[in-house]
């Protein structure tokens, strides 16, 4: 049974005491877990494919540099490239560096460093 305490403000703002019974946590719970389940199964079914790495790559590459485009680096790095995935998160590099990174159906390519 619910208990539900209403105070009656001069401006008429109703106040509810939440419900804290156990069964009301327990339905919390399962619907969190529901939730987060829900969310690493999206993951898992939206983690990018190594062609959409390398196809990524590539791009960015071309987009950087015309002269990069033009010898066509993206394709060698992205050639070179090595793919990686554990199951929610996948990413790929070569020669110990990360080129591109991919979740819930997107690749990033981070800038490159600028210490070189």
Do not use: C, W
Request: proline share 5%; aromatic share 6%.
């Amino acid at each position: 049974m619910k208990i539900q305490l209403r105070s009656h403000h001069p401006l008429g703002i109703h106040l509810r005491v939440p419900d804290f019974s156990l069964p009301n946590l327990k339905m919390r719970a399962v619907h969190y877990a529901l939730a987060i389940a829900i969310a690493v199964a999206a993951a898992a079914l939206l983690n990018p494919s190594a062609d959409r790495h390398r196809a990524k790559l590539k791009k960015a590459v071309a987009e950087r540099s015309q002269l990069a485009a033009l010898l066509r680096l993206g394709d060698l790095a992205a050639f070179v490239s090595t793919y990686h995935s554990m199951g929610v998160v996948s990413y790929t590099t070569a020669n110990n560096k990360v080129l591109t990174v991919g979740a819930f159906g997107y690749v990033y390519v981070p800038e490159p460093d600028s210490d070189n």
